[in-house]
Every structure is written in structure tokens, then in C-alpha cells.
């Protein structure tokens, strides 16, 4: 079935909580989706902290290893007691269960909202299509921020499938803020489940869960700019093939230079980089990775 998520955007001061079904993680950390519109508007109104989480958190003592009460506070906007007793046998000899204990009580504390309408409008999301990559993202807690218009650049991607060429991108804050339940299905893998663009970071993946974030307009003292994007290899070459072409060789471009691949098993593992060439057939192209080191454009 898959690991199901919920994108909870909430504030531990006033103990409110924005907290949305976010079903697969990948069929809900792009662009286009509301609820990244919903945590976009949040963060443009005011700090709010942020956990994309996974609910295999109940299943395999995935909570045995989480100690600090800011990811336990994450967590109780999500999930209950009740998930917890499901999922495990004699439940209250478990080694952490005063952690399930301060889940629950912390729980019930929330005071829960819903800005869904007020963001699909604000960003005109249904004619747009994305929201605005403008601004900085920072991270009050680790005093680091992301430039958005840089990491659109970076992580302008085009489906595969579809028979529309839609312009999307991978948004930097399910990945960044994403609480896995397990170390074998977390949900940004399986957003680029082949692999990512060279100009990706996916070791960042996770760095930022619960941390409080907000997207200003302006870069605030004592921060530090991180390079971040997230790409998946096949739909950011698709992206670079319909927009900067191809060499005489048949590779695909990427601005003034080669596209980079970087390919990933299912555990993921990387191989490369490779460049990348365009194979047409009747039904269309496919893209085959090279392992060629760069060389000047035809």
C-alpha cells in the first residue's frame, strides 16, 4: 500500500495546528498541490513550524530512536494513542511508551484549523498551477535559508506521462521537513525513485522536520544560504530536452552545458554522473544514460 503522509504546519506557542491527509508522499510534495499551497501561505503570514510525517511512525518502534520533545510535539499533531495501540501488542511495556504517553496528551491540545480554500485562492492555484518561487525560505531554528527562485532554476522538472508538457518542481519543504516511520520507504525517495539531477541535494532530505520555517521576502541577518534542490532524474531531463535541445550527439543539453544524471538503486545507492541521450522512436523518445564525462557543446 505505501506509507501514507500528513502535512502538518502548526504553532507551538498558541498550539494551533494545520494538519492535511497528504496521501502518498509523492503524489502530494509538487508545485501544483494544495497542500503545498497551504503551508506556502502559512509560512508568507507568519513562523509556523513544519512536519511533513509519515504514519509508519506507529509501526516496527520507529519512535524508540526519537527523543527530543520538538519532533515528539511534531508528531502529536498527526497522531494519537490509538494509532500506537493498533499497531502494538502490550502497548504500555513498550521501553518508550511516556513518549507515547506525551503524544497523546500533547494531542489533545491542538487547536485545529483549515486555510485550504484561502490558499487554492490566494495563489490562484486552479489557473497558475504552482504557487510563487520568490523569496527565501529560512529556518529559524537552524538559522539557514533556501533562495526559492534559485532552487525553481535548479528544479524545473516536466512529467513523463500525461501528454502535457506542465512545468512542475518537487518542493523544497515536504522534503526538507519529512518524518519517515521507515528507513526502508521514505517518501522523497520514492519522488525520485531512479535518481536525481547532479544538481541535487538529497542528502538534505529530512534535515528540517519540525523545525520553524517562514518564507519572508527578503534574506534576515544571520542566515546562511544553502544550495538545495530536489529533481528527479528522468522528469528534469524531459524538462531540459523540451527546453534547451540537444547536442549533434544526440545528448541533452542543460543551459550552456550537459545535463548531469546521477542514477540510484532501490536502497539508494548512486552511480555517475552520466550524461544523457535522446533515442527517437515511433511512439515518441526514450532517454538513455551515458557515462561520458563533459565535453563543449556541438
Request: charged content about 25%; some cysteine.
Amino acid at each position: 500500500m505505501g506509507q501514507i503522509y500528513s502535512a502538518c504546519i502548526y504553532d507551538i506557542e498558541d498550539r494551533t495546528a494545520c494538519v492535511m491527509d497528504a496521501d502518498k508522499f509523492h503524489a502530494n510534495c509538487y508545485s501544483f498541490c494544495g497542500t503545498v499551497a497551504v503551508a506556502h501561505y502559512l509560512l508568507r503570514n507568519k513562523p509556523h513550524n513544519v512536519m511533513w510525517g509519515g504514519g509508519y511512525i506507529v509501526l516496527d518502534d520507529a519512535l524508540e530512536d526519537i527523543h527530543d520533545e520538538k519532533t515528539l510535539l511534531g508528531i502529536s499533531t498527526y497522531v494519537d494513542y490509538e494509532g500506537f495501540e493498533r499497531n502494538n501488542k502490550s502497548i504500555s511495556e513498550i521501553p518508550y511508551y511516556d513518549r507515547i504517553k506525551f503524544i497523546e496528551e500533547n494531542n489533545k491540545t491542538w487547536k485545529r484549523f483549515s486555510v485550504w480554500d484561502e490558499a487554492i485562492t490566494h495563489f490562484d492555484l486552479k489557473n497558475k498551477l504552482s504557487v510563487p518561487y520568490d523569496g527565501y525560505l529560512i529556518n529559524h531554528t537552524k538559522k539557514l535559508a533556501v533562495d526559492l527562485a534559485d532552487y525553481q532554476t535548479k528544479a524545473r522538472a516536466m512529467s513523463l506521462s500525461g501528454g502535457i508538457d506542465m512545468e512542475k518542481c518537487i518542493d523544497p519543504i515536504p522534503v526538507l521537513t519529512e518524518l519517515s516511520g521507515s528507513s526502508y520507504s521514505g517518501g522523497a525517495r520514492m519522488a525520485y525513485l531512479n535518481g536525481v539531477s547532479a544538481q541535487s541535494t538529497p542528502e538534505l532530505a529530512s534535515s528540517w522536520q519540525g523545525d520553524l520555517l517562514q518564507i519572508t521576502d527578503s534574506l534576515q541577518n544571520g542566515f546562511d544560504v544553502i544550495d538545495c534542490c530536489f529533481a528527479d532524474v528522468w522528469e528534469k531531463a524531459n524538462y531540459c530536452y523540451k527546453v534547451f535541445g540537444l547536442t549533434d550527439e544526440g545528448l541533452i543539453k542543460n543551459g550552456d552545458s550537459l545535463y548531469e544524471a546521477i542514477l540510484m538503486n532501490i536502497i539508494g545507492k548512486r552511480s555517475g554522473p552520466h550524461h544523457v541521450k535522446v533515442e527517437l522512436t515511433e511512439d515518441g523518445y526514450n532517454f538513455n544514460a551515458v557515462n561520458l564525462r563533459a565535453k563543449p557543446l556541438s
